[in-house]
């Protein structure tokens, strides 16, 4: 099977200045001008936009320099260096996210006469509803990713949701629900070319300073929730939470060790056996307690079997559930087995190439079998940074069938410390103290042990490879996994 990879997008910068200009949506970014900073900082906006141009375009090129930051200047270069990115953004892609507008003169949301927007998949377009609900928080308001069933209608899905989300009880809250342009097998919300289309959603409603970018969720019914578990497994280090509904999803696909720092409610009937959604609702549940069990805070979850309910069960326990969690951009401990997604209507599938502060240089495993996977788990503990990197064979065991369906409950994993490999890790004051040496371990071995400084090629960097204003890293460390 065809497979590529997230490209990773390397940048370093030596010098920034940054001018006031319009972000083409009608708001106006903060002025920065000033002759000194110009004389310090030395480069052009012109050559930062260029910059985070080639990033937005996926081109890996690289600029020289190495420009160290005294302290007193880290918080004003991230104000600089997001502002040119959040301008970058808005003005880059030809497809834009209107300003999310209330509905609330319109009855039933259900009976809209057309869309808020559309984006061309390779498929056919995709009519989405962007639409707020109440006043905008100070802070931004929370966005769901809400996304729908594989009914052969996908209109009918589609207006489905939007009725379902006029209801829910999460005010303040912005809604961007898609339409698929099929339905069936034609609706897999996990492969590459929707992926893309996700990352753009993110880009721009961050970048548009209308949502909060630690109040990210993804949810979904039936089809939707078996992607919105993918989708939770694939982006946990952007989202503050993930509600699939009616769902189950097999566990090959989304590993519930990668939900660390991801509240998780999944709410299923109890009579919703087709597919093994009960059984599989069941075995996340029992997989979700024990891992809480051992790392207490990391694993919250909410997985209930509706008693007495169907596929159509309470929809409405989801959203206020999630609402109230907001994201560590930044945390302490995660796991990530870092599985593709894709290999489904001749597309391939794709991998992660960097995730919370980690930025994978070189991959571990070849990459060419996805039941062969690595691991990677990151426990901080005051300056000492533990990252345990292992190659890990999957195996399906324990299945089920039922009226000519079969699916595999569980999934047997075999590890074996990686031998191959390079990482860069990113580092800021909000892992660890960067006033005095960190020590870096890669499976109990020391690789690193030193001070690290705060460089402005290196919040450049980590900006245009995240595009996430929670996580512009400060310094980083390159580490070599053998």
């Keep these: 099977m065809k497979v590529i990879t997230v490209k990773p997008l390397i940048f370093t910068v030596t010098l920034l200045v940054l001018c006031s200009f319009n972000n083409g949506g009608g708001q106006e970014v903060a002025d920065h001008k000033n002759i000194d900073e110009t004389i310090r900082y030395g480069i052009t906006q012109a050559d930062i936009r260029k910059y985070f141009s080639s990033a937005l375009d996926g081109d890996i090129t690289q600029l020289k320099g190495n420009k160290k930051l005294a302290k007193s200047d880290i918080e004003d270069a991230?104000?600089?260096?997001?502002?040119?990115?959040?301008?970058?953004?808005?003005?880059?892609?030809?497809?834009?996210?209107?300003?999310?507008?209330?509905?609330?003169?319109v009855e039933k949301w259900f009976n809209m006469p057309g869309p808020d927007g559309t984006w061309e998949l390779p498929e056919g377009p995709m009519p989405f509803l962007y639409v707020s609900k109440g006043e905008a928080p100070a802070t931004g308001f929370p966005l769901f990713l809400f996304i729908h069933g594989s009914?052969?209608?996908?209109?009918?899905?589609?207006?489905?949701?939007?009725?379902?989300?006029?209801?829910?009880?999460?005010?303040?809250?912005?809604?961007?629900?898609?339409?698929s342009p099929q339905g069936g097998t034609g609706c897999r919300w996990y492969q590459p070319s929707r992926q893309a289309k996700w990352e753009q959603?993110?880009?721009?409603?961050?970048?548009?300073g209308d949502i909060n970018p630690d109040k990210i969720y993804i949810m979904g019914i039936s089809e939707g929730a078996y992607g919105s578990q993918r989708l939770a497994s694939f982006y946990a280090d952007y989202i503050a939470g993930a509600g699939p509904i009616a769902g189950g999803e097999v566990l090959v696909s989304c590993p519930p060790e990668n939900l660390a720092n991801v509240p998780f409610t999944?709410?299923?009937?109890?009579?919703?056996?087709?597919?093994?959604?009960?059984?599989?609702?069941?075995?996340?549940?029992?997989?979700?307690?024990?891992?809480?069990?051992?790392?207490?805070?990391?694993y919250v979850h909410n997985v209930n079997l509706q008693p007495g309910k169907g596929h159509g069960c309470d929809y409405t326990l989801t959203t206020p559930w999630l609402v109230d969690f907001t994201r560590n951009a930044t945390p302490r401990y995660f796991y990530m087995e870092n599985g593709a997604l894709g290999g489904i209507n001749n597309e391939p599938?794709?991998?992660?190439?960097?995730?919370?502060?980690?930025?994978?240089?070189?991959?571990?495993?070849?990459?060419?079998?996805?039941?062969?996977?690595?691991?990677?788990?990151?426990?901080?503990?005051?300056?000492?940074?533990?990252?345990?990197?292992?190659?890990?064979?999957?195996?399906?065991?324990?299945?089920?069938?039922?009226?000519?369906?079969?699916?595999?409950?569980?999934?047997?994993?075999?590890?074996?410390?990686?031998?191959?490999?390079?990482?860069?890790?990113?580092?800021?004051?909000?892992?660890?103290?960067?006033?005095?040496?960190?020590?870096?371990?890669?499976?109990?071995?020391?690789?690193?042990?030193?001070?690290?400084?705060?460089?402005?090629?290196v919040i450049a960097e980590s900006c245009a490879l995240f595009g996430d204003p929670s996580r512009l890293f400060t310094a980083a460390v390159d580490i070599d996994i053998k």
């Design 78 to 105: 991230k104000s600089k260096v997001w502002d040119i990115w959040a301008n970058t953004v808005l003005n880059h892609y030809t497809e834009q996210l209107p300003s999310p507008t209330s509905h609330s003169d």
């Design 151 to 179: 009914g052969p209608d996908p209109e009918m899905e589609w207006r489905a949701s939007i009725s379902w989300a006029q209801v829910f009880k999460d005010t303040p809250s912005v809604f961007f629900i898609p339409q």
């Design 201 to 208: 959603l993110i880009k721009l409603a961050i970048a548009s």
């Design 266 to 298: 999944l709410q299923t009937g109890e009579d919703d056996t087709m597919y093994g959604r009960k059984l599989l609702t069941q075995k996340v549940g029992y997989l979700l307690d024990s891992l809480e069990t051992v790392h207490p805070g990391h």
């Design 349 to 457: 599938l794709r991998y992660r190439d960097a995730f919370y502060n980690v930025r994978i240089l070189e991959p571990s495993d070849a990459r060419d079998n996805d039941m062969y996977r690595t691991a990677y788990e990151m426990i901080i503990n005051g300056n000492t940074i533990d990252l345990n990197v292992n190659n890990v064979t999957l195996s399906t065991s324990q299945p089920a069938s039922d009226s000519g369906w079969t699916v595999n409950l569980s999934v047997d994993k075999a590890f074996i410390p990686a031998s191959t490999g390079k990482v860069r890790i990113y580092l800021s004051n909000d892992l660890v103290d960067m006033s005095k040496p960190v020590v870096i371990k890669v499976n109990g071995n020391r690789k690193f042990k030193g001070k690290v400084t705060p460089k402005l090629d």
